[in-house]
């Protein structure tokens, strides 16, 4: 019994050293940048991880670990040169792993996102191999030592959760299996504390509930496009007219415009009160789009730059109306491509997500396999 109090101990001691690295590190930029100076980044990083864990765990489980890892993310980062994207060196951080740098921008669909994902934990898979060989010709137990702590890092990675590994894997699939991993978390977290699970579970939500506003916003884009879009009709259907706009069509329009937006003015002021987020997501989103349709309302009405004695004459009406049109055709063009980039990011064909599934499904049984493997060996 006291071993195994001394052992959940030493847990939640290298749990908290863990969070308190990721805090220095937020704070000493500094380092992460004396890091990524020059070409010998990994292997700099690489030797300062191989010592700290030596120092706690022994030279041979260091050694393991920081191979292990190392083989991890060369998987993510051959994965991301196959896709042609380019990456910063593999930057190693004591008793949190290592990571490349992608920026997401470079990466442009789900179905990309899967292969470099999915990548990290195949390269764990083969790096597991050569430790099983070695273990039925020696029969020596730290072969399977390597084998489960191998088949651990990479199934726990397999997580759906982002930023795990799993979580981008599954992305693939639909988003909402993350929201599946966070729930399925929190009993574990409950169960067994750990401060390394409760920042994955923060950054999960974090990631799921950036998605979640994602999805969000493109309602509130598809609204704010079908106002510009019924702007437009009216300015052109003023503008098509031979004999050209007049005053009293030009007020006209104005004063609809106006009264459209004192509509939407009187629908916030009686829905100004906190909405709860998804229980109250319908009174959310309506109210979000009408913020979005107000401030278009307003800005489309100070560009016609109505007030009487500034426009005076018949025939500048046209000119008003077609540039302030051009504007919003240009908004329109804006909304559009970033309406289009949030709906083919997650856009793959069934074949695709079975395939995946599959995939994805394969790599943990066999990860899972393994790890029972090594532990009946040890055990």
């Known amino acids: 019994m006291a071993t195994t109090a001394e052992e959940k101990s030493n847990k939640g001691l290298w749990g908290w050293l863990a969070v308190i690295g990721v805090f220095l590190l937020t704070k000493a930029k500094w380092l992460l940048v004396l890091l990524k100076v020059g070409k010998f980044a990994t292997l700099a990083s690489m030797f300062i991880s191989l010592w700290a864990y030596a120092v706690f765990y022994g030279w041979k489980f260091a050694i393991a670990l920081v191979y292990l890892i190392f083989v991890h993310e060369m998987g993510h980062l051959v994965a991301a040169k196959m896709k042609r994207i380019p990456?910063?060196?593999?930057?190693?951080?004591?008793?949190?792993g290592?990571?490349?740098?992608i920026d997401p921008k470079k990466i442009k669909n789900a179905k990309t996102e899967f292969f470099v994902a999915y990548g990290g934990p195949l390269a764990g898979l083969i790096s597991i191999l050569p430790a099983i060989a070695l273990y039925i010709i020696t029969n020596d137990p730290y072969w399977a030592l390597v084998i489960q702590l191998g088949a651990l890092i990479n199934l726990f990675n397999l997580f759906p959760v982002s930023p795990l590994d799993g979580g981008r894997i599954v992305s693939v699939l639909s988003t909402k299996i993350w929201l599946i991993g966070l729930i399925i978390l929190i009993p574990i977290i409950f169960i067994s504390p750990d401060p390394i699970l409760m920042l994955i579970f923060i950054f999960g939500l974090v990631t799921w509930w950036k998605q979640f506003k994602e999805n969000t916003n493109e309602e509130v884009m598809k609204h704010e496009e079908q106002v510009l879009i019924e702007i437009n009709h009216d300015f052109q259907s003023l503008t098509q007219n031979d004999s050209g706009t007049s005053n009293a069509q030009y007020t006209s329009l104005v004063n609809k415009l106006t009264y459209q937006k004192d509509q939407v003015n009187h629908f916030l002021k009686n829905n100004s009160g906190f909405a709860f987020p998804i229980l109250q997501e319908k009174k959310r989103m309506e109210v979000?789009?009408?913020?979005?349709?107000?401030?278009?309302l307003r800005r489309t009405i100070e560009s016609m730059g109505y007030s009487e004695g500034i426009i005076d004459e018949d025939h500048q009406y046209d000119a008003v109306l077609a540039k302030v049109q051009n504007k919003n055709e240009a908004k329109l063009i804006e909304i559009s491509k970033e309406v289009n980039r949030i709906r083919a990011y997650y856009q793959t064909s069934v074949q695709t997500k079975v395939?995946?599934?599959l995939l994805y499904l394969a790599l943990a049984v066999l990860l899972a396999i393994l790890l029972v493997y090594a532990i009946n060996i040890l055990g």
């Not at 290592?98 to 740098?101: C, D, E, R, S």
């Not at 979000?288 to 401030?295: F, P, S």
Request: charged share 25%; aromatic share 8%; glycine share 4%.
């Open 288 to 296: 979000k789009k009408k913020n979005a349709e107000k401030i278009i």
């Open 87 to 96: 990456t910063s060196p593999a930057i190693f951080i004591p008793f949190l």
């Open 355 to 357: 395939k995946s599934l």
């Open 98 to 101: 290592a990571a490349i740098g």
